[in-house]
């Protein structure tokens, strides 16, 4: 049974950082893309970040580049997201989520390619 669970969520003042951690477990991590999306309240979800299987690629959002950096671990099958000079627009319910790709060295940021999602960890950033 496949299982994602992100951790390291909280509360944090605007221009303080966090960084969020996606365990898996039951599939072959290094055959999966990992992303991360985020959802705020009345909001669609949207992309953040994804990292390839090599980790040779990532891929940001525009709202989110040069603060968040995506990284991953594949010996503890896990990735971690950075978040650096937090925004209140940051504030949403981020999720981890995991994609089967043949190639070493491809990302997507299309939300249907992903198999397997975690439940999410909240991320609320007061002003």
């Known amino acids: 049974q496949v299982q994602v669970v992100e951790s390291g969520g909280g509360l944090v003042q605007a221009g303080g950082s966090l960084s969020l951690s996606c365990a898996t477990s039951?599939?072959?991590?290094?055959?999966?893309?990992m992303v991360w999306f985020r959802q705020a309240p009345g909001k669609e979800r949207e992309f953040v970040g994804a990292?390839?299987?090599?980790?040779?690629?990532?891929n940001y959002a525009d709202s989110v580049k040069g603060r968040f950096t995506i990284s991953r671990d594949n010996a503890k099958n896990t990735v971690h997201l950075q978040m650096n000079s937090l925004k209140p627009e940051d504030t949403a319910l981020y999720y981890c989520?995991?994609?089967?790709?043949?190639?070493?060295?491809?990302?997507?940021?299309?939300?249907?390619?992903?198999?397997?999602w975690g439940q999410g960890t909240q991320v609320t950033v007061s002003s």
């Open positions: 989520a995991a994609d089967p790709k043949i190639s070493r060295y491809v990302t997507s940021q299309s939300e249907n390619e992903y198999n397997y």
């Open positions: 039951g599939l072959t991590f290094t055959n999966y893309v």
């Open positions: 990292i390839s299987r090599s980790a040779s690629v990532t």
